[in-house]
């Protein structure tokens, strides 16, 4: 295995020495990818990873201004469709732009807009067809290899004692006498229960991919997880690993998936899967999807992909037809029903998973038994017209596992799905008119459930822009691959209306607000009664200058929950209240060094139980010189909290491809520092180290994961080759 892949590795470097092209600036990806990040709202476990993708290649291969849609625009994550509007109906009433900076005459464009989206756009007088041969394709793009390591320094209980697996510790702890060893049945046995990580607690992480333009990427993505075996033991080769060929714009072939891709439709309601970046957040005009269609899989999520083929083609110049099939083992909690348990009478084992396992973790005998427990297929199609003005597409989606999904049903849960098979089917619009987007979709679900939302985006003046969506899902629509706007974790069992907007008094002021209320008709987890709730955000930008942004915010959120208090029977619903306020000021020193400060606080309270208070207060300082090799990151924060409740999120600056809003929390000291090298032309070295420091804890974490001590510590390396 390792001599083929040796071999390989070889051939495509021989095949690269001829290809060359200019590296993309050291910061600006990051600089992006920073505020797509804010657009997600406090999420503390995100994958950036595809946008991070999709910007390198952008910035390869610009989008042409005068021959481009509203999809190609949306995927940069960088406009939203107020000016992705504007834009595209400037371009049909005066004509071709015949410069970039022709941008500042449309509605919505202002100079630090123009200046975000300036490294990925370009402006043609005639489109740039796709004529390259088979041998330009495959020798005029960039190769791309990058190695990661990732290990945390303090020792967790997981590794302890791994060289007498069996000790008392772990498998007696009522002090029973150790049994015999020497005999395999009883080791066995042991190993079956053990609770320790099998493997090294490395992280380990691999990628190679190839690109040209926009047009062909295939490549390869591998990943070992802390404490999974490697090469050895259980894991003959990586934990997971990930490869693609993808092809686009090839004549009427839009688009050519095999392997892992991600296929994304409509506003989310009855087909998508990968990340979806419209959210309650600062940016309030951000609550459309922007659906994709097809794209490459290239990240490690060992969920949010699809594997197996598939193809965009276009009929006519107005109507494309997407098809797609995976096929792939995933994670599950299964059961194995022993003869005469099953409600037929048939005494045939029945196989049956009562959860899907999305963690991604294979570290233990335990952990190892759910690793692609349940066969899951999945099959179904798109069809797209596109009008002047307007589009409106249908999706259907079947899926079917080879086992039975059976929860452990409660109150709040009885209309989930259930079963070995799932249909969904919908249809979405998009209709562009002057100033206004009216956008939406409806769904539907085998067993009959119902889901829909549609909103419009309207620019009321040069200066005013105003959102607004309405959602109402079904308590028994079931959407297994549904991620479409919602308050909750699945959109089902709500209804809601969103209103946002955004002010522009001048070009150095802006303000944002949204007001989002909400209703769940059915329980929910931990609420054990029909409930309502209300989110709202104010947020003031001030920009006086080309190197200072600062801005204030205010957002609190009303829902309901469970008491906290020990009563006996069904617990009464009591109100839940949380108020965030945030400072945030960002200034330029000079041209190298870039400064940030955020303060901000939290006060959370549940029912009559006590106020509990969160408090974060952090110094950024970024130092990239322009003629320097060598970039350095450092952060120091200070954090306090009455509980995890009151938790406090922020994005971190870290090495390419890995992106965490991990939450702040406890009382402590947090600091990372990371030093990026640029050691020879085309090939990048990063190093970064961090630690959590507690002031009120003797013990981090629990269970494998315990860390006895109060620091929580980890360094990460990686080595990026671009030829």
């Known amino acids: 295995m390792m001599r083929g892949l040796l071999v390989v590795a070889l051939v495509l470097f021989a095949c690269g020495l001829r290809a060359q092209v200019d590296g993309v600036p050291k910061d600006l990806i990051e600089q992006r990818i920073e505020e797509a990040a804010e657009r997600l709202g406090d999420e503390s476990d995100v994958d950036l990873t595809n946008l991070f993708e999709v910007l390198t290649d952008r910035y390869l291969d610009p989008i042409d201004l005068n021959h481009t849609n509203a999809q190609e625009l949306s995927a940069l994550f960088l406009l939203n469709d107020v000016q992705i509007g504007a834009l595209l109906q400037h371009v049909r009433r005066n004509g071709k732009l015949l410069s970039i900076y022709e941008l500042q005459a449309i509605p919505g464009f202002d100079v630090r807009t123009i200046q975000q989206i300036r490294p990925f756009v370009t402006v043609r007088e005639n489109p740039m067809g796709t004529t390259a041969t088979l041998g330009q394709l495959l020798t005029k793009g960039t190769h791309e290899v990058t190695v990661r390591s990732i290990v945390n320094v303090e020792e967790r209980r997981g590794f302890m004692d791994r060289n007498n697996p069996f000790g008392k510790e772990y498998y007696y702890p009522n002090g029973n006498p150790l049994p015999d060893l020497d005999d395999p049945a009883v080791v066995d046995s042991l190993r079956a229960n053990s609770k320790v990580y099998l493997g090294s607690p490395y992280k380990l992480y691999t990628r190679y991919r190839y690109r040209y333009r926009h047009n062909l990427s295939f490549g390869f993505t591998a990943e070992k997880d802390e404490g999974e075996e490697f090469f050895r033991g259980t894991q003959k080769n990586f934990d997971f690993i990930s490869a693609h060929l993808f092809l686009r714009d090839m004549g009427r072939l839009k688009a050519l998936a095999i392997g892992d891709y991600q296929a994304q439709f409509g506003q989310g309601l009855t087909f998508w899967n990968g990340l979806a970046f419209a959210a309650k957040s600062s940016f309030t005009m951000n609550v459309k999807r922007n659906a994709i269609g097809l794209a490459p899989y290239t990240s490690v999520n060992e969920n949010l992909f699809m594997r197996g083929a598939a193809a965009t083609y ?53 952990e190892l038994r759910k690793k692609d427990a349940v066969l899951e297929q999945v099959v179904g199609g798109h069809l797209r017209y596109r009008g002047k003005g307007f589009s409106i597409g249908a999706t259907a989606a079947h899926a079917e596992f080879d086992a039975t999904l059976d929860r452990n049903l409660q109150s709040y849960n009885q209309f989930d799905f259930n079963g070995r098979e799932n249909t969904t089917a919908g249809v979405d619009w998009n209709a562009l008119y002057r100033n206004v987007n009216w956008f939406g979709e409806m769904s539907m679900s085998a067993n009959g459930g119902t889901a829909m939302n549609t909103g419009i985006l309207v620019a009321l003046d040069k200066r005013v822009s105003m959102s607004m969506l309405y959602r109402n899902y079904g308590r028994d629509y079931h959407g297994l691959y549904s991620v479409a706007f919602a308050e909750g974790t699945n959109p089902w069992n709500e209804r809601g209306l969103y209103t946002g907007i955004e002010i522009r008094p001048d070009r150095k002021v802006s303000i944002n607000a949204y007001v989002d209320q909400f209703r769940f008709p059915w329980l929910r987890y931990q609420t054990d009664a029909p409930s309502d709730g209300n989110d709202w955000l104010v947020q003031v930008n001030w920009r006086p200058s080309k190197k200072v942004e600062v801005y204030g915010r205010v957002r609190q959120q009303d829902r309901a929950r469970n008491t906290s208090d020990d009563v006996a ?108 090298i640029t050691a020879v032309r085309k090939m990048d070295v990063w190093l970064r180290y961090g630690a959590w420091i507690y002031q009120d804890q003797t013990v981090i974490s629990s269970g494998l994961q315990e860390i006895p001590g109060n620091v929580r510590s980890d360094i990460k390396m990686q080595v990026r080759w671009r030829f």
């Open 569 to 676: 029977g069904i617990k009464p619903v009591v109100r839940v209240a949380q108020t965030n306020y945030r400072f945030n000021a960002s200034y330029k020193v000079s041209d190298a060094v870039a400064l940030r400060t955020r303060l901000e606080t939290v006060d959370f309270q549940r029912g009559s139980a006590p106020l509990q208070h969160g408090f974060l207060l952090y110094q950024d300082i970024v130092h990239r010189p322009l003629s320097s090799p060598l970039e350095l990151t450092l952060r120091f924060a200070l954090f306090e909290s009455g509980s995890y409740d009151a938790r406090l999120y922020a994005y971190e600056h870290d090495l390419i491809g890995v992106f965490s809003i991990p939450p702040y929390y406890g009382r402590g000291i947090r600091w990372y520092g990371m030093a990026r």
């Open 314 to 366: 276009a009929l006519t110049k107005r109507i494309d037809v997407t098809g797609f099939w995976s096929r792939k083992y995933i994670d599950a909690n299964l059961n194995v029903l022993q003869p005469g348990e099953d409600s037929l009478g048939t005494n045939i084992p029945e196989s049956t998973f009562t959860s899907f396992q999305e963690d991604g973790f294979h570290r233990t005998y335990n």
